[in-house]
């Protein structure tokens, strides 16, 4: 299935310098690869020189009904010619860099639909928990706390399935970290592990009222005493946040430092999915993007969110217009709304249809009522934003459908992004619905493998039939809706990853990476073409985010955000793609990465 001949174009509108600018880039572009040059043509002026022109290795466009060319070239920060050598080399001049891919692969840099660089900086740090068992886990702690003998110990990536449904406690803490803080973010990134002395300086106790009841909250023994297993976001952050204070500072220390990790894995372009607020102010962080762009140091687009995780919910539309409006610049803006709308299966804090099947006095929940929900949706739609959902659970999935449905239906007709993300298991009803109402599918691919934490954990919430029908893609592309990929870093399964590359392979083998004989998670079916998953990560998170008229595809006037890999991934074993290496990253025409 070709979804780049079948995926519509942008609507969106861009600036009209850039609009001009664009119009006679066009032109000329057109006349110049419109035939072969004769030597007798006058040759470019010194100003319509190309400053890069690659040549010598496929180069994959991801548009049109045939998407590859021989050749690419760049002038400024725009595409002045994709197609044939010989109409790139007569863009060359005395200064042009040509860059000879050697049979390496060009394509369109990676869109990430769903990821969050400031807390995927900020929970990673520490202790690496990404291991085998919680006895592993617990000695990686005591070492890393002999290591760095001072202040509190912190750590990231323990997974549900080293300690079972009732999560890990604060006793087995305490005997590695038996007088000094220590508090460990979950791989999936919404529950955190702690110890006595971290829940006594957070001042939680017996008497300690829940953030959220029934959402987030402390887990708690039989006598009503914390455990040290604490769910969800808000009861997370509000422990971290009294013994390690957030701050601005620190929070754009730790991403500073993260960002060439980025332009190294090819990434352009992000969709931030919510950034912890500072304060109350979730703009404070949103505003550090901008600081690092002033000073020419931000190497991606960023579209970035404000977050709503639970009521009240009738400040929301004035909270994202002010953000809108402080935050607005060339590669920076902020008008989606994220509505956290459940948890996940691993807490069972996700919204499912029928209960759980290892807990069958539960659904999960929501933070919102469906009354809440539809006044949500509605006002955010009708003040001209779109949402962006967080659906673990099913009935999470559907109550969002629904509440679009009614809001499109309600309020006049525009150029509506709506995105639902996650979808770990929907119902088969719904997804043809998200090709009928158009609201983009949002997945992480790197969570469709049939790891330990998918086979034990998973599988156990489910039970059959729904846990052999998890993480469907092409049941969405099929009906003709619309799919988007975002590694959702650091949030993970089994493993933590901010590779698009990554993620690529796991959508189109649906298999752990390191083992080319490893399960396959069912359906099988449901494995996407490797041209359906590039797509998926370029120009459809291009659409969900309303850039698709200037990134996610490599044709003349759009923006050169672009990466050389050194390998063509379309014409490989599939269990090779994350194995490709970056070699070059160039966003808005400047060479952010360069191996």
Not at 79 to 94: K, T, W, Y
Not at 153 to 175: A, C, I, K, N, S
Not at 195 to 217: I, K, Q
Not at 368 to 393: K, N, P, S, Y
């Amino acid at each position: 299935m070709c979804t780049a001949c079948e995926w519509a174009p942008a609507f969106s509108a861009i600036t009209r310098r850039r609009a001009l600018r664009t119009a006679g880039v066009v032109v000329a572009a057109t006349a110049l690869s419109a035939c072969a040059p004769r030597t007798d043509d006058p040759q470019p002026s010194a100003d319509e020189h190309a400053d890069f022109v690659f040549r010598n290795g496929p180069i994959y466009t991801v548009a049109g009904a045939d998407p590859w060319a021989q050749a690419l070239a760049v002038r400024g920060n725009t595409i002045v010619h994709v197609g044939d050598e010989a109409g790139a080399m007569a863009l060359a001049g005395p200064d042009t860099r040509v860059v000879d891919l050697a049979g390496g692969m060009l394509m369109p840099g990676f869109v990430e639909g769903h990821i969050h660089p400031f807390l995927g900086a900020f929970l990673t740090s520490g202790v690496d928990l990404q291991v085998p068992t919680g006895a592993d886990a617990l000695a990686a702690i005591e070492a890393y706390a002999k290591d760095n003998p001072d202040g509190p110990v912190r750590g990231f990536g323990w997974r549900v399935d080293m300690f079972g449904p009732e999560g890990p406690t604060r006793t087995e803490l305490d005997r590695v970290l038996p007088d000094r803080p220590g508090f460990f973010f979950a791989i999936d990134g919404h529950s955190l592990w702690a110890n006595s002395t971290a829940l006594e300086m957070a001042g939680v106790s017996r008497d300690t009222e829940d953030p959220v009841p029934g959402f987030s909250y402390y887990a708690r023994d039989e006598n009503g005493d914390p455990t040290g297993y604490v769910l969800e976001v808000n009861a997370a952050l509000s422990l971290v946040d009294a013994i390690e204070p957030i701050s601005a500072e620190n929070m754009g220390r730790l991403l500073e430092a993260w960002l060439p990790n980025a332009s190294a894995a090819g990434i352009t372009s992000v969709f931030d999915a919510g950034v912890p607020p500072i304060g109350t102010d979730q703009g404070a962080l949103i505003g550090l993007y901008t600081d690092v762009e002033a000073r020419g140091r931000l190497p991606f687009r960023v579209v970035a969110s404000y977050s709503v995780k639970s009521p009240p919910v009738d400040d929301v539309v004035a909270k994202v217009t002010d953000i809108r409006d402080r935050f607005s610049t060339d590669l920076v803006r902020a008008d989606v709304v994220k509505i956290v709308g459940d948890g996940t299966q691993g807490g069972y804090t996700a919204w499912l249809l029928e209960p759980y099947a290892d807990k069958p006095d539960s659904t999960g929940g929501s933070p919102f009522t469906e009354q809440q929900w539809h006044q949500l949706v509605g006002d955010i739609d009708a003040a001209g934003f779109d949402v962006h959902v967080h659906a673990c659970g099913e009935r999470t999935a559907r109550t969002a459908l629904d509440a679009i449905e009614r809001a499109v239906a309600a309020n006049p007709p525009r150029d509506r992004r709506h995105a639902i993300a996650h979808l770990v298991y929907v119902e088969d009803p719904d997804s043809q619905r998200f090709g009928d109402l158009g609201v983009v599918a949002q997945f992480s691919a790197n969570w469709m493998s049939a790891d330990p934490d998918t086979m034990v954990n998973m599988v156990a919430r489910y039970g059959p039939p729904r846990a052999d029908l998890m993480y469907r893609p092409k049941k969405v592309l099929q009906s003709g809706g619309r799919v988007s990929l975002g590694t959702d870093w650091p949030a993970a399964g089994y493993f933590s990853t901010y590779k698009p590359l990554d993620a690529i392979q796991i959508g189109v083998t649906r298999q752990l990476i390191g083992e080319r004989d490893a399960a396959v998670l069912a359906p099988a079916d449901q494995r996407l073409s490797v041209a359906e998953a590039v797509y998926a990560n370029t120009m459809g998170a291009a659409y969900q985010l309303k850039m698709d008229d200037r990134v996610g595809s490599l044709e003349v006037g759009k923006l050169a955000d672009l990466i050389v890999l050194d390998r063509n991934i379309l014409d490989i074993d599939p269990h090779d793609i994350s194995s490709a290496a970056v070699t070059l990253t160039m966003m808005d025409g400047q060479i952010r990465h360069e191996a």
